[in-house]
């Protein structure tokens, strides 16, 4: 009698070497897209970077600190234009050979990254039993490929710093009501007046000693500063910050902001203000609103990322490396999608709705919108619908996510997380 044929074993998993293979070429091949993404950036050369050095320079020689200007091609002249508690900070590089500014300035960049990312995706991974590693690797690779790393990179910019004292801040700090809860928001306000709006966050979410601390920190660095370099300093807080004009040209594309957006409407005249502060402060309620909303329900992640688009988007200069916020968002997008209940209706078209933006979201901030264009050197209206949103893709992108980015259901395991990630 023939012996019956004998079936072959149930497969109840995926093989763990082909596994493995899939996720080490997928690796290979996101690191392998990086060199043409940043090959249009490495004409900066380091630019905004050699400016600080040359400018401290000039200051060590003696020289009033924001008499310092040099020409530019597209803006016409630049000159230093941080508080002078940046300046502090800055001013010990220029005894550095600038090759070993620009290799600490760029090591320090890519830790932040990896550190904020590590931060930003943890959590994700516990919630949702992901592969760790893998994930947080892909996701450091996405966040390097973003047009704000970038520029942020290949200009030898600071934002990497900045988002690294906020996020630790805000994300640990003042959710684990530690004492120090405040302090990194104080700093980045004192080193670039943007992350002026995250007090203003605290205040909105009711974290009275935070936001105190966070203001009197501020304060007590600016101080600081006042006491080393006093003329420097009054010079800066009585004119200089209100002298937008010394930052650059406000309708270049590369200011992706609410007043840039104006600007390159009524180019190459400058917009009226009182039609630019209506809308500023209409943007500016209802965002924080949100965040304060998003922060109340237990999203600490939601909130402080709708206040980082706040503040793009009603700062008159928002550069594309200030944009960092988009990140979080897509960070948040992608959890609220594996959050979604797929087995019913609403659920599977809350998932698509959410995937859709989330992919949608990182095309924009990877193509970018000044990385592989040509805007030109002299101011140029927007006269066409097309031609209006390629030119404003980022205002546009923050205003539709500040309408749009999901509150997450409350869950403390993703407060456990995150505290467990801080050590």
Same mark, same amino acid.
């Given at each position: 009698?023939?012996?019956?044929?004998?079936?072959?074993?149930?497969?109840?998993?995926?093989?763990?070497?082909?596994?493995?293979?899939?996720r080490?070429?997928?690796?290979?091949?996101?690191?392998?897209?990086?060199?043409?993404?940043?090959?249009?950036?490495?004409?900066?050369?380091?630019?905004?970077?050699?400016?600080?050095?040359?400018?401290?320079?000039?200051?060590?020689?003696?020289?009033?600190?924001? @008499?310092?200007?040099?020409?530019?091609r597209?803006?016409?002249?630049?000159?230093?234009?941080?508080?002078?508690?940046?300046?502090?900070?800055?001013?010990?590089?220029?005894?550095?050979?600038?090759?070993? %500014?620009?290799a600490?300035?760029? #090591?320090?960049?890519v830790?932040?990254?990896?550190?904020?990312?590590?931060?930003?995706v943890?959590?994700?991974?516990?919630?949702? @039993?992901?592969?760790?590693?893998?994930? #947080?690797? #892909?996701?450091?690779?996405?966040?390097? /490929?973003?047009?704000?790393?970038?520029?942020?990179?290949?200009?030898?910019?600071?934002?990497?710093?900045?988002v690294?004292?906020?996020?630790?801040?805000?994300?640990?700090?003042?959710?684990?009501? &530690?004492?120090?809860?405040?302090?990194?928001?104080?700093?980045?306000?004192?080193?670039?007046?943007?992350?002026?709006?995250?007090?203003?966050?605290?205040?909105?979410?009711?974290?009275?000693?935070?936001?105190?601390?966070?203001?009197?920190?501020?304060?007590?660095? %600016?101080?600081l500063?006042a006491?080393?370099?006093?003329?420097?300093?009054?010079?800066?807080?009585t004119?200089?910050?209100? /002298?937008?004009?010394?930052?650059? &040209?406000? @309708?270049?594309?590369?200011?992706?902001?609410?007043?840039?957006?104006?600007?390159?409407?009524?180019?190459?005249?400058?917009?009226?203000?009182?039609?630019?502060?209506?809308?500023?402060?209409?943007?500016?309620?209802?965002?924080?609103? &949100?965040?304060?909303?998003?922060?109340?329900?237990? @999203?600490?992640?939601?909130?402080?990322?709708?206040?980082?688009?706040?503040?793009?988007?009603?700062?008159?200069?928002?550069?594309?490396?200030?944009?960092?916020?988009?990140?979080?968002?897509?960070?948040?997008?992608?959890?609220?999608?594996?959050? /979604?209940?797929?087995? %019913?209706?609403?659920?599977?078209?809350?998932?698509?709705?959410?995937?859709?933006?989330?992919?949608?979201?990182?095309?924009?901030?990877?193509?970018?919108? #000044?990385?592989?264009?040509?805007?030109?050197?002299a101011?140029?209206?927007?006269?066409?619908?097309?031609?209006?949103?390629?030119?404003n893709?980022?205002?546009?992108?923050?205003?539709?996510?500040?309408?749009?980015?999901?509150?997450?259901?409350?869950?403390?395991?993703r /407060?456990?997380?995150?505290?467990?990630?801080?050590?």
């Amino acid at each position: 009698m023939p012996a019956e044929p004998v079936a072959p074993p149930a497969v109840t998993e995926d093989d763990p070497g082909g596994r493995t293979a899939r996720r080490l070429v997928t690796v290979v091949a996101l690191a392998a897209v990086l060199p043409a993404l940043y090959l249009p950036g490495l004409v900066h050369n380091f630019f905004d970077l050699k400016i600080y050095m040359r400018a401290m320079d000039w200051w060590a020689a003696g020289n009033p600190l924001y @008499d310092y200007v040099q020409p530019d091609r597209v803006q016409g002249a630049l000159y230093f234009t941080y508080p002078p508690f940046a300046a502090l900070l800055l001013r010990p590089f220029a005894l550095l050979p600038l090759g070993a %500014t620009i290799a600490i300035f760029t #090591v320090l960049t890519v830790a932040g990254v990896v550190v904020t990312t590590r931060w930003l995706v943890l959590p994700v991974v516990r919630r949702h @039993d992901l592969p760790r590693l893998f994930t #947080v690797t #892909v996701a450091v690779l996405l966040v390097l /490929a973003v047009e704000s790393t970038r520029e942020t990179l290949t200009f030898g910019q600071i934002n990497m710093l900045l988002v690294v004292l906020i996020l630790g801040d805000l994300l640990f700090g003042v959710p684990q009501g &530690r004492r120090w809860a405040g302090v990194g928001v104080g700093l980045a306000t004192a080193l670039k007046l943007f992350p002026g709006i995250f007090v203003l966050y605290l205040l909105a979410t009711r974290r009275w000693r935070a936001a105190a601390v966070a203001s009197v920190t501020a304060a007590l660095a %600016t101080l600081l500063a006042a006491a080393v370099a006093p003329s420097d300093s009054w010079r800066f807080w009585t004119h200089e910050l209100w /002298a937008t004009d010394r930052v650059g &040209r406000t @309708d270049y594309t590369g200011n992706q902001s609410l007043f840039g957006l104006l600007s390159r409407i009524t180019a190459p005249d400058k917009p009226s203000q009182l039609p630019w502060l209506l809308l500023a402060l209409l943007v500016a309620g209802y965002g924080l609103w &949100r965040a304060a909303r998003a922060a109340r329900a237990g @999203d600490a992640l939601a909130g402080l990322t709708l206040t980082g688009l706040v503040g793009g988007l009603v700062s008159p200069i928002t550069w594309t490396h200030h944009l960092y916020w988009f990140i979080p968002a897509v960070v948040v997008l992608v959890d609220a999608a594996l959050d /979604a209940d797929r087995g %019913t209706v609403a659920g599977a078209r809350r998932w698509r709705w959410l995937l859709v933006l989330a992919i949608g979201t990182g095309f924009v901030i990877v193509y970018g919108v #000044v990385t592989f264009q040509d805007w030109g050197v002299a101011p140029a209206r927007t006269d066409n619908p097309g031609e209006f949103v390629t030119r404003n893709a980022y205002v546009l992108l923050s205003l539709l996510l500040l309408a749009v980015l999901p509150t997450r259901r409350p869950a403390p395991e993703r /407060a456990d997380a995150a505290a467990g990630n801080l050590h």
